[in-house]
């Protein structure tokens, strides 16, 4: 399996900006979509933001429209989340994991090593 490196959390107020990074070990990123997850405490993993391939598809969970944005840069062998006007229930360990198959990004099977996460904390 590919495992997954995610980087860039921290600590900000409301209203402020992150840009989180995803990357493998040992190997380059296959050629499949990549998600962003997010588990807060006490919460189950859930779906954020999806990205194919191409790029050319994108896919967020409600609470995010508008505010975070994926994008992937193959030479960089990354794929980013930018995160804006974020809000305390924005904390959370964030990962991101490959997405394989077909149809809604947020249904794919995820098929990577799950790695540490990155923690986002946002402060009132």
């Known amino acids: 399996q590919v495992q997954m490196v995610e980087s860039g959390g921290g600590s900000v107020q409301a209203e402020g900006s992150l840009r989180l990074s995803c990357t493998t070990s040992g190997r380059p990123i296959p050629s499949y979509a990549v998600g962003w997850f997010r588990q807060a405490p006490g919460k189950e993993r859930e779906f954020v933001a999806g990205?194919?391939?191409?790029?050319?598809?994108?896919d967020y969970v409600e609470s995010v429209k508008g505010r975070f944005t994926v994008s992937r840069d193959h030479a960089k062998n990354t794929v980013y989340l930018e995160m804006n006007a974020l809000k305390p229930e924005d904390t959370a360990v964030y990962y991101c994991?490959?997405?394989?198959?077909?149809?809604?990004?947020?249904?794919?099977?995820?098929?990577?090593?799950w790695g540490q996460g990155t923690q986002v904390t946002v402060s009132t």
């Open positions: 994991n490959i997405l394989r198959g077909l149809g809604p990004l947020q249904s794919r099977d995820i098929v990577g090593s």
């Open positions: 990205i194919n391939w191409s790029g050319g598809l994108t």
